[in-house]
């Protein structure tokens, strides 16, 4: 309702403020641009102030434009030029008065500031170059509430505008980026862009397609998937992220990048990881992640720890090269053994890992058995024949037990039960009560502390080396017992293999070698001159590289006489390297000390090595006496090795004789040493200085 107390003149001009308001009011929806918009504004104005001028004053800046860029008058002849005097009109305030004695054209005028992103950026600016106008407080207010409104819609335009920019910015960036990207509507899975990447390079709309129905599959999102084309045989990430579009569309942006080479690595890295780049079987990784599996779904199976015998004699004998050779041979081999195809693990180092299926398990003993024939063929390296056998550890779960890393130990206890049961063989894990069953990893541990505390732990005994015709003990073979604080007392049979192969028989060899040559020399101090004393020595300890002046210095150290001394060197593959052997044991001899070929007959003997190596002595291994009183095979052997000794002059020596049969049959013979029970167990040496020498001593 008008307010009664006004004249009817001051209504009309308020009638007319709320038209000129509503109209201009009504330009905030008007999409034009804002030159015409503001145009019609400062025209709506101009008419209702009755003034000559109504413009927007853009102030100096940065901007291109500025000066009175948009303008309205009732006549042209009104129009305000941009005179740098004019700019005593705008300031950070609303300024209105009349310019009575002002040097130029404006008689009076209103300024309002208009603010845009908290900077002025324009000025409203009304003025009269005809009358002196008193604007009144209403009048200023009006203006103010237009400025508000000229400001509402220029920051749309602005906003706006940038956004157009920024647009333009993007999408140059979007194009140059090295992925692909593509903005998809969220509601009309539209596609609204697509950069150059996508574009070129990726079959972008396939693989979008199908990976957004993957993502956006049963309303769940996933943000993030991988995808792999079949036809390039390319690896995508495509990855999803929502965002606003720049017309405030919710849109999901697309990134396709192209990962095929952090593929490819990621593969070989995995491929790394589970294999084995030697042989190209899986690894002890692989095998326990399988075997847990196995566990989990089936519950039933197998488990073959298998572990080469003498491996490490053909690695320093031969060379690495040679062990590399052999190692793929087997694994080979082992694939070609049905039912275990593709169930075979290298674990390292030689030794190899077999699961067993539920389905195979049946057959057990079958694939055991082709396993040990494998291993008793000779393997070709390099055009000549070595033989290596293995000896295998089984167990059974859920029988033996359900966990990986319990069953692995149970079936390395049971491989070496097979290794101390004297290799070439299989066993399987058995429950025991007593303590006598550890693994490897014990006896290892345990060895490397006994080594560390000054060998204190071992001990030699001596066994009697008796002459055939007189019976008298002419000599002894020193053997090496460990006391082992933690695990008991050991044979040699069950720590010597695992010193060779962890290298630490040397350690153990020289402590005996030393202990050995003082108490000997104590014996031929004593009165027995000619006394000797056997020490053998592993392969592994003769390729190495300073044995000869390791022996010397010992020899020097203890004072023995060197022709008191014998070396028992076994007969093993590494005999192959004939060169290398006959040097260092030509270089033994040369200072005295007598060489003893031992275990003769075993495995991969040939009678020329007698020749070919210098040898002062042959002991025949004990198998050939077990059963010679029945065996014609091995007594012709025997009666062949001893008459051949004779014509190469060198001295044969049998071990293992157990009874007076074996004895008479030696004697028949003329075969010169004998070695074994019948006469002496290896002792501790007091017990054998009382029962050996004292009654040769009494004998002389
Ligand atoms: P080896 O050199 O063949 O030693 C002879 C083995 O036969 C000894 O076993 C001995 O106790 C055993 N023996 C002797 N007479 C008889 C018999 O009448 N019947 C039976 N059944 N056995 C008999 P031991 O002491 O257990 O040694 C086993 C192997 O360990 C040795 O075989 C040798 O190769 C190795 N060894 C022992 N001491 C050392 C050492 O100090 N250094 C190195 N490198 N090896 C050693
Ligand atoms: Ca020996
Ligand atoms: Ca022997």
Redo the contacts with the bound molecule.
């Keep these: 309702m008008p307010d009664m107390s006004l004249t009817y003149e001051e209504m009309e001009k308020e009638v007319k403020r709320h038209e000129t308001v509503a109209k201009i009011v009504q330009m905030i929806e008007d999409d034009s641009d804002f030159e015409i918009v503001a145009g019609k504004i400062l025209k709506y104005m101009g008419e209702y102030l009755d003034v000559t001028n109504v413009c927007i004053y853009q102030p100096q800046g940065k901007c291109e434009m500025s000066g009175f860029t948009i303008q309205w008058s009732p006549d042209s002849k009104y129009e305000m030029n941009n005179d740098a005097k004019y700019s005593r009109y705008f300031g950070s305030h609303i300024l209105s008065g009349c310019a009575c004695d002002s040097d130029d054209d404006i008689k009076s005028y209103v300024t309002v500031p208009v603010m845009i992103n908290d900077k002025c950026a324009m000025y409203l600016f009304v003025a009269d170059k005809e009358k002196y106008i008193q604007f009144d407080d209403k009048t200023i207010g009006v203006i103010k509430d237009i400025s508000k409104i000229v400001q509402n819609i220029a920051q749309r335009k602005v906003t706006r505008n940038s956004l157009f920019r920024s647009y333009g910015a993007l999408t140059d960036i979007l194009d140059n980026m090295g992925c692909g990207v593509m903005v998809i509507d969220k509601d009309t899975k539209k596609v609204l862009f697509t950069n150059r990447v996508a574009e070129e390079s990726i079959d972008s709309q396939s693989i979008t397609r199908e990976c957004l129905d993957r993502m956006y599959y049963d309303g769940q999102m996933e943000t993030k998937i991988e995808k792999f084309d079949a036809v390039t045989g390319a690896w995508y990430e495509v990855k999803l992220v929502d965002i606003t579009w720049v017309d405030g569309r919710r849109v999901s942006l697309c990134t396709i990048i192209d990962i095929t080479q952090i593929k490819k690595n990621q593969q070989k890295i995995e491929f790394q990881a589970n294999n084995d780049f030697l042989t190209g079987l899986c690894n002890r990784r692989k095998c326990e992640n399988d075997l847990t599996e196995l566990i989990r779904k089936k519950g039933s199976g197998a488990l073959m720890f298998l572990d080469l015998d003498d491996f490490k004699h053909i690695n320093d004998g031969l060379g690495h090269q040679y062990g590399d050779i052999l190692l793929k041979q087997i694994a080979t081999g082992l694939r070609h053994i049905s039912g275990i195809e593709d169930t075979c693990y290298r674990m390292g180092g030689d030794e190899f890992v077999i699961i067993v299926r539920p389905e195979e398990k049946s057959r057990i003993n079958q694939i055991a058995g082709d396993i040990l024939v494998m291993f008793n063929k000779p393997w070709y390296l390099y055009e000549a024949e070595y033989y290596c056998t293995m000896s295998m550890g089984i167990v059974e779960f859920p029988e033996n037990g359900t966990d990986v890393h319990e069953l692995i130990k149970k079936a390395d206890i049971a491989m070496y039960d097979a290794k101390k049961a004297g290799k070439n063989r299989y066993a399987y894990y058995l429950e025991k009560k007593d303590k006598s069953s550890y693994s490897r990893l014990d006896i290892e541990n345990s060895m490397r502390t006994a080594i560390a505390t000054n060998c204190r732990e071992f001990e030699v005994?001596y066994?009697p080396i008796i002459d055939n015709k007189t019976e008298k003990c002419i000599g002894c073979?020193?053997?090496?017992r460990w006391n082992s604080r933690t695990l008991g007392f050991m044979?040699?049979?069950t720590f010597?293999p695992l010193a060779e192969y962890l290298g630490l028989?040397t350690n153990?060899?020289d402590y005996?070698f030393e202990k050995a040559c003082i108490k000997c020399k104590e014996w031929n101090e004593m009165g027995y001159e000619d006394f000797k004393v056997n020490?053998?020595?592993?392969v592994v300890?003769l390729l190495q590289n300073n044995v000869v002046e390791n022996i010397r210095k010992i020899v020097r150290r203890v004072g023995i006489k060197p022709e008191n001394l014998v070396l028992?060197i076994?007969e093993t593959l590494a005999i192959n390297d004939m060169q290398k052997i006959m040097k260092i044991i030509n270089q033994i001899k040369a200072m005295g000390i007598k060489i003893a070929l031992?275990?003769f007959g075993t495995g991969y003997s040939s009678l020329n090595y007698i020749k070919q190596l210098s040898l002062d002595i042959i002991?025949v291994?004990?198998t050939f006496i077990k059963d010679i009183t029945q065996d014609d095979y091995a007594r012709a052997f025997l009666k062949l090795v001893s008459d051949l000794s004779k014509t190469i002059g060198v001295v044969v020596c049998v071990?293992?004789?157990?009874n007076k049969e074996q004895k008479e049959l030696l004697k028949q013979m003329d075969i010169e040493l004998i070695?074994?029970?019948?006469y002496g167990?290896?002792m501790p040496a007091e017990k054998f200085e009382k029962k050996f020498l004292h009654i040769s001593k009494l004998q002389k």
């Design positions: 005994y066994q073979e020193a053997l090496v044979t040699p049979d010597i028989i153990i060899g005996v020490v053998n020595l592993s300890q028992e076994t031992d275990d002991k291994d004990q071990e293992g004789v157990e070695q074994g029970y019948y167990m290896p």
